[in-house]
């Protein structure tokens, strides 16, 4: 026990130096977990084809350049019969040709590399409606001049515990073209009830403006939330430096990332 806190102690001081001084920088010396197996896959039942991203994970302090996995075998079935094995695009991608996405199936994916194989699955939940999606302008207070828009959308959580989402707003914005974000949610506490979520935007006229209720399991949702909270907000490219507590994930065998299989509605907005 002495040991461990004096580890502790010595990792605080590190800290404190780091942060108080201006001509030294300290850099703490997290241990390596080694290269891993990296994967990013989404299978929905809207966009067609779907693409899974392979690559190898680099140490913390390393450049942002994360080696593709290459001359993999990728393989997705689902419960009802159908299986394919995805084709190399190249770069770290495998894409599919035939297979879909249907609410209620159940996916498996299969990934074999170097001589080890790596799977996940995952069931679709059911798409849930979209109640409404509203622009409300955002004014200038002294010359109230429309400056943007709050985009609100609305829907309906089913009854019964157990639902949990992903709401994703992209748009064409002349300010910051091709900005997308996104929020997760859970029932916990709204069972039932009607779910809002408000984007703040600096749209103007002719923009566009889409939204996306997805519909994700819960091993989705355990991954983007603890992704959320490493990073502050939901993204998948910062677990691919090896963090000291990676998020969590769906994949088998030690590998990270995610196999996201989930429902989703959408709507698009041209801004008047």
């Known amino acids: 026990m002495k040991t461990n806190f004096k580890n502790i102690a010595y990792l605080i001081i ?42 190898n994970s680099v140490s913390y302090y390393a450049d942002n350049v994360f080696p593709p996995i290459l001359g993999a075998q990728v393989k997705i079935s689902d419960n009802a019969g159908h299986a394919e094995v995805l084709r190399e695009l190249g770069k770290g991608y495998y894409q599919t040709d ?21 799977t996940s699955y995952g069931t679709m939940p059911n798409p849930v409606p979209i109640d409404s999606f509203l622009l409300r302008p955002t004014l200038n207070r002294f010359t109230h001049d429309t400056t943007g ?9 089913p ?9 994703v707003i992209s748009s064409k914005d002349t300010a910051a073209i091709g900005t997308t974000t996104g929020r997760i949610l859970s ?22 403006v889409s939204i996306q209720v997805q519909s994700i399991t819960k091993s989705t949702f355990d991954f983007y939330n603890t992704l959320t909270n490493a990073e502050g907000e939901v993204g998948a490219s910062q677990f691919l430096s090896s963090l000291p507590a990676n998020p969590t994930n769906n994949i088998s065998n030690g590998g990270l990332g995610y196999f996201a299989v989930y429902a989703e509605t959408k709507k698009t907005i041209v801004i008047p």
């Not at 001509?23 to 994967?39: M, Q, T």
């Not at 009854?159 to 709401?167: A, E, H, L, R």
């Open 14 to 55: 590190l800290i404190i130096i780091a942060f108080t001084s201006c001509e030294k920088v300290v850099i703490i010396d997290v241990k390596s977990s080694g290269s891993k197996v990296v994967v990013q896959g989404n299978l929905n039942n809207d966009s067609v084809p779907y693409l899974v991203q392979l690559d």
């Open 98 to 118: 035939s297979i879909r996405g249907v609410p209620g199936r159940t996916y498996f994916l299969q990934i074999i590399s170097n001589g080890n194989t790596y």
């Open 149 to 157: 828009y709050r985009v609100t959308c609305k829907f309906t959580d």
């Open 159 to 167: 009854i019964g515990t157990g639902n949990y989402y992903k709401v």
């Open 187 to 208: 029932d916990k506490y709204t069972d039932g009830q009607q779910l809002s979520v408000t984007f703040r935007t600096n749209l103007i006229a002719n923009d566009s």
